[in-house]
């Protein structure tokens, strides 16, 4: 039988009208493949960092596996070279240096690398009624409630004062305790359930349940307390002072897995911002020879905080990295970041049909509709967004169109409904244009976030992409 004629009418609304398709529908059998084995990888990218500082010593063993090295002040660069540099443990800037001069500018893929979490309190270890706890104090925007009857890991460092330092993973390993906090039974619940669901767990409630076994061989107070210490000091060698100069946090004790029967998704913690963050290191990392324009990979602190500090966005630290990467061409700062671009790659808003309400369905991105771009963020009117020009996302249109990826617009939510920031802003406000971009994630924030594969693997594509650009 023929295929039936198409009436001018369905040519001129495939001509004319924006039709988005699932990405299934548009998947080639060689994308697939590949994206399987880069669901994979980035599962165990995961699941090697659950903080900052864990994610900055698997990116190095990554970059090094690939023929990075350390990039000193004053170092002659040619084009291919592979080149990394660590900001005090918890951020990285990367580079794969192009055969343009950077004079014409670079291309950079910006993302975070911490997530939302329980930091310890500077004195946190108490005794009460015979239990041990770690107080407690939240870092980013977190729901309370979803933290407390969860299995909880801890992580982090504690700096001696004669300064070794001493690292901290315990719920990582095989047959590793576990911690968890404290909710009330719904049977003595009633006034509790009757609070807003942001006030029912205060912050000062969220302490950490870390024993119960007092100290045999001795009658004093706090008993419970001594033994945790003497735990401690037998495997850390350590000192209660000691918790003062320590950056400790309690993360979720949940493993990468795929979510459905299909095996379509993806669960952790941590997806805001690693999964953009994996996605614009390995794009970097698969580049083979040298790119036209250089590209540059920098993973931050701090965003979930509001980029402050030292290994945050806002911080001098990308800035001295790039200058003396102009200093060896002999280029000025100013000159490459004014022809420069950038996609910062942070996650967006997933519409979610059990919650429509707070999303406004014709802007929102979806689940399996590929990289989601978002013109502005921000709140209260656009409020803290850089709003990347309309040439801007013109050019990234393009970029990614030629290169196959699918991508879809995004905004994070209805508007007053709430509102959110990335690193953009703080990137054009280096006269870079800045365009922002990401995987959509459903129940961001939470312990335990959802992700598309299709998205996964889209984004990457869509960071090599952006590197590759002429």
């Given at each position: 039988?023929?295929?039936?004629?198409?009436?001018?009418?369905?040519?001129?609304?495939?001509?004319?009208?924006?039709?988005?398709?699932?990405?299934?529908?548009?998947?080639?059998?060689?994308?697939?493949?590949?994206?399987?084995?880069?669901?994979?990888?980035?599962?165990?990218?995961?699941?090697?960092?659950?903080?900052?500082?864990?994610?900055?010593?698997?990116?190095?063993?990554?970059?090094?596996?690939?023929?990075?090295?350390?990039?000193?002040?004053?170092?002659?660069?040619?084009?291919?070279?592979?080149?990394?540099?660590?900001?005090?443990?918890?951020?990285?800037?990367?580079?794969?240096?192009?055969?343009?001069?950077?004079?014409?500018?670079?291309?950079?893929?910006?993302?975070?690398?911490?997530?939302?979490?329980?930091?310890?309190?500077?004195?946190?270890?108490?005794?009460?009624?015979?239990?041990?706890?770690?107080?407690?104090?939240?870092?980013?925007?977190?729901?309370?409630?979803?933290?407390?009857?969860?299995?909880?890991?801890?992580?982090?460092?504690?700096?001696?004062?004669?300064?070794?330092?001493?690292?901290?993973?315990?719920?990582?390993?095989?047959?590793?305790?576990?911690?968890?906090?404290?909710?009330?039974?719904?049977?003595?619940?009633?006034?509790?359930?009757?609070?807003?669901?942001?006030?029912?767990?205060?912050?000062?409630?969220?302490?950490?349940l870390v024993g119960s076994r007092p100290f045999k061989d001795d009658e004093g107070a706090e008993r419970v307390k001594l033994a945790v210490l003497d735990l401690?000091?037998?495997?850390?060698?350590?000192?209660?002072?000691?918790?003062?100069?320590?950056?400790?946090?309690?993360?979720?004790?949940?493993?990468?897995?795929?979510?459905?029967?299909?095996?379509?998704?993806?669960?952790?913690?941590?997806?805001?911002?690693?999964?953009?963050?994996?996605?614009?290191?390995?794009?970097?990392?698969?580049?083979?020879?040298?790119?036209?324009?250089?590209?540059?990979?920098?993973?931050?602190?701090?965003?979930?905080?509001?980029?402050?500090?030292?290994?945050?966005?806002?911080?001098?630290?990308?800035?001295?990295?790039?200058?003396?990467?102009?200093?060896?061409?002999?280029?000025?700062?100013?000159?490459?970041?004014?022809?420069?671009?950038?996609?910062?790659?942070?996650?967006?808003?997933?519409?979610?049909?059990?919650?429509?309400?707070?999303?406004?369905?014709?802007?929102?991105?979806?689940?399996?509709y590929g990289m989601g771009l978002c013109k502005y963020t921000g709140a209260r009117g656009k409020s803290g967004a850089s709003d990347a020009s309309a040439e801007?996302?013109?050019?990234?249109?393009?970029?990614?169109?030629?290169?196959?990826?699918?991508?879809?617009?995004?905004?994070?939510?209805?508007?007053?409904?709430?509102?959110?920031?990335?690193?953009?802003?703080?990137?054009?406000?280096?006269?870079?244009?800045?365009?922002?971009?990401?995987?959509?994630?459903?129940?961001?924030?939470?312990?335990?976030?959802?992700?598309?594969?299709?998205?996964?693997?889209?984004?990457?594509?869509?960071?090599?992409?952006?590197?590759?650009?002429?």
């Amino acid at each position: 039988m023929e295929d039936k004629k198409k009436t001018p009418g369905e040519l001129r609304r495939e001509a004319l009208c924006c039709s988005p398709k699932n990405g299934y529908d548009r998947l080639t059998p060689a994308d697939e493949a590949a994206m399987k084995g880069y669901c994979d990888d980035y599962k165990k990218f995961l699941d090697n960092g659950k903080t900052e500082r864990e994610v900055v010593d698997t990116v190095v063993a990554l970059a090094e596996s690939k023929g990075f090295r350390a990039f000193a002040r004053g170092m002659e660069i040619k084009p291919g070279d592979k080149l990394y540099r660590v900001n005090r443990g918890k951020a990285i800037m990367l580079a794969v240096v192009g055969t343009a001069s950077l004079a014409e500018g670079v291309n950079i893929g910006a993302a975070h690398i911490d997530s939302p979490r329980l930091d310890l309190k500077q004195n946190p270890l108490y005794e009460d009624a015979e239990l041990a706890f770690l107080k407690t104090h939240y870092y980013g925007g977190i729901r309370k409630y979803q933290w407390v009857t969860i299995p909880l890991e801890l992580h982090g460092v504690i700096a001696l004062k004669d300064g070794s330092s001493v690292k901290v993973a315990i719920g990582a390993g095989a047959g590793d305790p576990l911690f968890t906090i404290d909710d009330l039974l719904p049977h003595l619940g009633a006034e509790q359930s009757k609070k807003p669901l942001g006030e029912a767990i205060p912050g000062e409630s969220l302490n950490l349940l870390v024993g119960s076994r007092p100290f045999k061989d001795d009658e004093g107070a706090e008993r419970v307390k001594l033994a945790v210490l003497d735990l401690l000091n037998q495997k850390y060698g350590i000192t209660e002072t000691d918790f003062i100069s320590a950056e400790l946090c309690a993360v979720p004790a949940f493993h990468a897995c795929d979510i459905g029967f299909d095996r379509s998704l993806i669960g952790a913690y941590g997806h805001d911002d690693r999964v953009c963050a994996y996605a614009s290191l390995a794009a970097l990392l698969d580049l083979t020879g040298a790119p036209r324009r250089t590209a540059v990979c920098m993973l931050a602190d701090k965003e979930e905080i509001g980029s402050e500090g030292v290994s945050g966005m806002k911080s001098a630290a990308f800035d001295t990295f790039m200058s003396d990467l102009c200093d060896s061409q002999r280029v000025m700062l100013k000159t490459c970041y004014e022809k420069s671009f950038c996609l910062s790659a942070d996650v967006t808003a997933a519409f979610d049909p059990n919650f429509p309400e707070v999303y406004e369905k014709r802007n929102s991105a979806r689940i399996n509709y590929g990289m989601g771009l978002c013109k502005y963020t921000g709140a209260r009117g656009k409020s803290g967004a850089s709003d990347a020009s309309a040439e801007v996302v013109a050019y990234a249109r393009r970029v990614l169109d030629d290169y196959g990826v699918m991508w879809q617009m995004a905004e994070l939510g209805k508007v007053d409904a709430g509102g959110g920031g990335t690193v953009a802003c703080y990137m054009a406000e280096r006269d870079i244009d800045t365009l922002d971009a990401g995987v959509p994630v459903l129940s961001m924030h939470a312990p335990f976030e959802t992700v598309s594969k299709l998205d996964c693997y889209m984004t990457y594509k869509g960071m090599k992409a952006v590197y590759e650009a002429k």
